[in-house]
């Protein structure tokens, strides 16, 4: 059975530092991974999807990794702003179409 | 982009009374739909996964007589919570899967039940 696991489960950072969060998955046969926001009492952003086929994705400030063999994802933010307060949740796919198998997420919390 | 909507926003309803959550999709047909379910400080579990036309398929210790689920079109999924208890209090997501697309889905914006 896929279990993810997001670590910290809590960071708090003062603005304009760059962080990594961190999430890792027990069974590498995934067709892709995901990366979303979630503010509080709100649904979900998706922040950046890869394919098991790749191994990176960019967004503006946002950079997530994928090291599938070592079942392995990051997430760089850089520059942090209080904006970027929210959790970030990774989540894998095992087959196209069918459901995300989620972490419970990493809250982060950046002062001003 | 894809929208999907979730309504009621937020519902209170008592004890032993049941409730019915609406997932749409405004812009897309979907084919598959998925609900999951989010305790507080917990994350997203999947209870379901509901095919147009045809019966759900619910996950290892989801009772499938409490949560009933109705996926009668290609926009429209149905969450009904049956005889509602305290603890069936949650967060719930529905995510829909574009009919044609090989990897997206579209999560709608949440359902906050709280059963008194």
């Known amino acids: 059975k896929q279990e993810v696991t997001q670590i910290p489960a809590a960071l708090s950072v003062p603005e304009g530092e760059n962080l990594v969060l961190n999430c890792s998955f027990t069974d590498s046969a995934i067709y892709n991974l995901q990366w979303f926001r979630q503010d509080p009492g709100k649904g979900l952003t998706s922040l950046l999807l890869i394919q098991s086929s790749q191994r990176e994705q960019t967004s503006g400030r946002l950079n997530a990794s994928l090291d599938k063999s070592s079942g392995r994802s990051t997430l760089y933010i850089a520059a942090s702003q209080p904006g970027d307060s929210a959790t970030y949740l990774c989540?894998?796919?095992?087959?196209?179409?069918?459901?995300?198998?989620f972490g419970k997420g990493t809250t982060l919390s950046v002062s001003s | 982009g894809a929208v999907v909507s979730q309504h009621p926003s937020w519902v209170i309803c008592k004890s032993g009374t049941s409730v019915k959550i609406e997932c749409r999709s405004l812009d897309f047909q979907a084919t598959t739909m998925f609900w999951y379910r989010q305790f507080p400080k917990q994350s997203l579990m999947l209870m379901a996964t509901?095919?147009?036309?045809?019966?759900?398929?619910?996950e290892q210790g989801v009772e499938k007589d409490k949560f009933l689920i109705n996926h009668a079109s290609l926009t429209l999924s149905t969450l009904t919570v049956t005889s509602a208890h305290p603890e069936d209090s949650s967060f719930y997501i529905c995510?829909?899967?574009?009919?044609?697309?090989?990897?997206?889905?579209?999560f709608g914006p949440g359902t906050r039940l709280t059963v008194t």
């Open positions: 509901s095919n147009e036309g045809s019966k759900a398929t619910y």
């Open positions: 989540a894998v796919r095992h087959q196209a179409g069918t459901a995300l198998i």
């Open positions: 995510s829909a899967h574009p009919a044609g697309s090989s990897y997206e889905q579209y």
